[in-house]
Structures are given as structure tokens and as C-alpha cells.
């Protein structure tokens, strides 16, 4: 006979979203049980890296995971150098003129995934629920994009595809990063070299390349030299040589929010609740941005109110109702502008670029937004 678990909340997902919101409430003393799926394909790693921000690292400190990565798993980026698609059209940003320790922080996707898993293990109020029957007043929903409870919950979140793959692979260079990471935004391309200090310390790099489908899948299916080749075209060599060190993987891109973010006895996180392009890196941040919100809001309920009230999930719903929506809409306006090929366009956002660069409270602003949204 199976017995049914009365946790105070149930969180049902398998990505760091779910892991650290798990983490977080069980600091809080609630108990939690945890549903997860096995990893699809435990053969094939996770070759992405997450660019997070300082609000993001701070979470994981008070989790007691930032400090259990090992040393190589997580690269300090003190510059940021974004490139238009003409001569000179750039815009530089350093943590030094910030007034930052860094700028971000690279971190390897996998191992952050294998750390929360090792938390878990050791969280007091955790129980990994297996497929054991659930009754929790409360229910934390960090499915990922393609959330089935969501859509069992009646929650629409129609999901706007880019037509476009991110290919995501590790590279080593023949120089050092020096802790700078690099970004070209192009039509119809934008291709983001992350600094890592693996495979190979002070010279590997994450690489993010979103393009149209069909091109991506050229990319996916040309052999290394041919890949090497379009990527020297690519960056111009203004990171050295570069050679791909490992397999490629390539990731569907789009747009998505749902229409409603919690409901009586329900909430959602991360990914399940909103997607943006990862052209600024921001996805993993909103989630755990959405874990610190949905954790404070918890903890200053009144004591006569219940975990599942919606009243009180609309708190959650209204701080993250902004945020979520100005990076959603950042990362496309700027995706839009940049694919868009009209030669009148692409003059003025390279002098856009230019402009930003020479203005520096615009761009304190414009650092400061990526740094702590
Ligand atoms: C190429 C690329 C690069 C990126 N780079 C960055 C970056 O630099 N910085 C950044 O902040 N973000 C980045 N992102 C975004 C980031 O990957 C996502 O925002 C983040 O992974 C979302 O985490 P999540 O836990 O909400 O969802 P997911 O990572 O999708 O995890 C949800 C998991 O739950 C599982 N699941 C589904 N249903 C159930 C169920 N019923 N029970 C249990 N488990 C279930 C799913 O299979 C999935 O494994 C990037 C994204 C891409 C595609």
C-alpha cells in the first residue's frame, strides 16, 4: 500500500529551479516533498554554462552551494564587449568602472545541476516523493516550458517560437579569456562567448550561437573543421583560435508567459511560468529571482494564513509581474531590432551602440539592469 505524503509543499520539477526552491523552503522549516523526473538522456551532459548575476549567486550562497562548486565550474566576468554588425560599432562594459566585484559569473550548467542534487540529499525537510500520492496545501510548479500540470491547471501560455536554435557547445582558445566575455549581435545571429575554465583552465569558453534554424542545422551537422572555420568567421579571431572541445547541442528558442502565475493552492516558477531569448543570459536569473520572491513572500504570511491562500500567492504574482515582463520584452525588442535587415536599421543601431557607449549613466543603466535583474 502506498502512503500519501502531507508535506506542507509540493514542488514538482527537475531543474536547478525546483531544486532551489526545495532548498529554500526547507530552510524555512517547511517541509517539502520533491517531485522529479529522471534526466532524460543521463548519457549526454548539459554542455551550457548559465551566466549569473550577483542576487542570483547570493541565493545559492545562502543555499550552501555556491561554495561547493569546484573552483573550475564557475569563471568570473569582470569585461563584457558587445559587437554590432559594422566597423566600430561597440559597446564595452567593465565591473572595475561598474564598481562590481564582477560583472556575472559563468557557471557549468551540469555541475550546478549535480551540486543542488547533492544538497538535497542533505536537506533536512526535503523528501524526494518518488511517484508516492502528494496532498500539499500548496503546489510549486518549476516544470520547465512545457509544464503538463500547467496545462492540466487550464493555465495557456502560448509558446511564441524565434525560428531559431541556440547551438551551445564548450570551445578552447589558444589564448586566455583574461575574464572577458564577448557578444556579437548581428542580423540575423547573435553569438555569445562565455570565459569557463573548462575544459582547460583560463582558456575555454561557453558558446552560445543563436541562429535561424535551418542555418543552426548546418552548423550542428558540419564536421569540426567546417564548424572551426565559420566560427574564425564569425569572431573575427578577437578571441583567438578557437576549437570545439566536446559535442554540440542545439536549442529550440522562444517567447512564452503564462496568463496567470498562481491560482487557490497553486504557483508557478522559472521557466514554467516565462521564457526569454538567451540573448542577455537572464532565464536562470528570473527563476531564481521568482524562488527569493515566492520564499520571502511565504515567509512573512500571517500566521493564520494559509500556505495555499491565494491571496497571498498573488503577492508572489504581483513583484514578479514587472520584471518578468520588462526582461521578456527587453531581450525580444532587441532581438527584433537586430534581426531586422533593412540597411537603415542596422546604420541605426550601430550608431545606437555607439551612442550608449559615449553616455555613461545610459550605460551604468543599462549594466546595472543586467547585473541585478
Ligand atoms: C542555450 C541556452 C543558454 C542559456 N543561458 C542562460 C544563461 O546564461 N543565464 C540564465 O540565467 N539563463 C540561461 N538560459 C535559460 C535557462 O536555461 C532556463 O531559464 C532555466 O534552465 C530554467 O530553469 P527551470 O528549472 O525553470 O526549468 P528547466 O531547466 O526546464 O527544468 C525543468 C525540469 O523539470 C522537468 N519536469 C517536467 N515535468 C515534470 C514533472 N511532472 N515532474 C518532475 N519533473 C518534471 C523537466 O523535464 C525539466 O528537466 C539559457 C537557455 C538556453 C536554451
Request: proline share 7%; aromatic share 6%.
Amino acid at each position: 500500500m502506498t502512503t500519501t505524503l502531507r508535506p506542507d509543499v509540493c514542488v514538482r520539477g527537475s531543474g536547478a529551479v525546483a531544486a532551489c526552491l526545495a532548498l529554500a523552503l526547507s530552510r524555512q522549516a517547511l517541509a517539502v516533498a520533491l517531485q522529479e523526473d529522471p534526466p532524460a538522456d543521463p548519457g549526454r551532459p548539459d554542455v551550457r554554462a548559465y551566466a549569473l548575476n550577483a542576487a542570483s549567486v547570493a541565493l545559492l550562497r545562502e543555499l550552501k552551494t555556491w561554495d561547493a562548486l569546484p573552483a573550475d565550474a564557475v569563471t568570473a566576468v569582470y569585461e563584457m564587449r558587445v559587437a554590432g554588425d559594422a566597423d566600430g560599432a561597440a559597446l564595452d562594459f567593465s565591473a572595475w568602472r561598474q564598481g562590481v566585484e564582477a560583472l556575472a559569473w559563468i557557471v557549468d550548467a551540469a555541475e550546478l545541476q549535480r551540486v543542488l542534487g547533492a544538497a538535497l540529499g542533505f536537506a533536512p525537510h526535503v523528501q524526494r516523493a518518488g511517484d508516492a500520492p502528494v496532498d500539499a496545501p500548496l503546489l510549486a510548479l518549476a516544470e520547465g516550458k512545457h509544464s503538463a500540470t500547467r496545462a492540466q491547471l487550464g493555465v495557456a501560455m502560448p509558446l511564441q517560437p524565434y525560428g531559431q536554435l541556440a547551438v551551445a557547445a564548450r570551445l578552447v582558445a589558444d589564448a586566455d579569456h583574461g575574464g572577458v566575455a564577448r557578444q556579437w549581435f548581428r542580423a540575423p545571429d547573435v553569438l555569445a562567448l562565455l570565459p569557463l575554465d573548462r575544459p582547460e583552465p583560463r582558456r575555454s569558453y561557453a558558446l552560445v550561437w543563436s541562429l535561424p534554424q535551418a542555418q543552426a542545422q548546418v552548423l550542428l551537422d558540419a564536421d569540426p573543421a567546417a564548424f572551426e572555420q565559420a566560427l574564425a568567421e564569425a569572431t573575427g579571431g578577437a578571441a583567438g583560435e578557437l576549437r570545439l572541445a566536446g559535442e554540440r547541442a542545439g536549442w529550440p528558442l522562444l517567447y512564452a508567459r503564462a496568463e496567470a502565475v498562481c491560482g487557490a493552492g497553486w504557483v508557478l516558477l522559472g521557466d514554467a511560468a516565462h521564457v526569454v531569448h538567451p540573448l542577455a543570459g537572464q532565464g536562470l536569473n528570473l527563476g531564481l529571482a521568482d524562488v527569493r520572491a515566492l520564499t520571502e513572500v511565504l515567509a512573512a504570511r500571517e500566521p493564520w494564513r494559509a500556505l495555499g491562500d491565494e491571496r497571498l500567492l498573488q503577492r508572489y504574482a504581483r513583484r514578479r509581474a514587472l520584471p518578468t515582463l520588462a526582461m521578456g520584452q527587453l531581450t525580444d525588442g532587441l532581438l527584433s531590432l537586430f534581426a531586422h535587415p533593412s540597411p537603415m536599421v542596422r546604420e541605426l543601431r550601430n550608431r545606437g551602440l555607439g551612442l550608449v557607449d559615449s553616455l555613461p549613466p545610459l550605460k551604468r543603466l543599462l549594466a546595472s539592469f543586467a547585473i541585478d535583474a
